[in-house]
């Protein structure tokens, strides 16, 4: 046994958003029950990466006696969860939240109309993963696992026509949007991401609007925080929906 900082998490306080266990790179947190729990304190390495993720404060770093952080058995444990498909077999799947739920499909499922509701005719999706939101995502997420990633704008979906058939098909999708969400805790996602899987390359996709091209700027840190030289392409799209820019 050993005296070192841990995490002690207030379950009076805990509302079982699940927004703590992406950002634990250890993947020792998970939702149980409608409540944050430690995995194993073995996984827990102190560093209180997640703290800053709960929006109630029900998370403390608090020096205890406790074993000693075994990042040997933490990677593992990652690997082992990463290896898992079906919903509620990775972390941060159980969160109460369905758009926080974590699973993949093929993006060839057929799709029925709903009479009166949708049109008759309905493009296939090429989307092969949930969620897809970068705050939702388990970096332990088995979708990014030998993985060509397409990083996107939240704009950008709505402005551009044709995001499924040329640039979702085939990839791990991430929607983030750069203005309204931490730069900081999107550069440690990110970087998580691309330290844990074997990522072929990644695009992205954002709009010509100041704010978006902050997130060239994360990407590229987040990649340069890996320690990967992994290929980047980005598009830039104009208001109109028109491809302005590809570097």
Known sequence: ??????????????????????????????IVDGKAKLVSETFCDGLGACLGHCPEGALTLREVETVEFDEEAAMA????????????????????????EAFTYSATEELTAHDGVVP?????????????????????????????????????????????????????????CPKFEDYNANVDKLSTIFRLHNVKDITLVH???????????????????????????????GVRGEIKAVT
Request: contains cysteine.
């Open 1 to 30: 046994m050993v005296k070192r900082l841990m995490i002690i998490i207030d379950e009076d306080k805990c509302t079982g958003c699940g927004l703590c266990v992406p950002s634990c790179a250890e993947g020792a947190l998970q």
């Open 77 to 100: 444990h990652v690997a082992q969860m990463s290896a898992q498909t079906v919903a509620g077999d990775v972390a941060g799947s159980s969160v109460g939240c369905a758009g926080s």
């Open 120 to 176: 008759e005719k309905i493009a296939p999706s090429q989307l092969q993963q949930w969620p897809v939101k970068l705050r939702l995502l388990s970096p332990q997420h088995p979708v990014f696992e030998n993985s060509r990633i397409v990083i996107v704008a939240d704009c950008a979906g709505p402005a551009y026509s044709g995001l499924h058939e040329d640039f979702l098909k085939d990839k791990a999708a991430v929607l983030v």
């Open 207 to 237: 709009m010509e609007v100041p704010c978006c091209h902050g997130l060239a700027r994360a990407t590229e840190d987040a990649i340069r925080n890996s320690g990967k030289d992994i290929p980047l392409r980005t598009y830039v799209i």
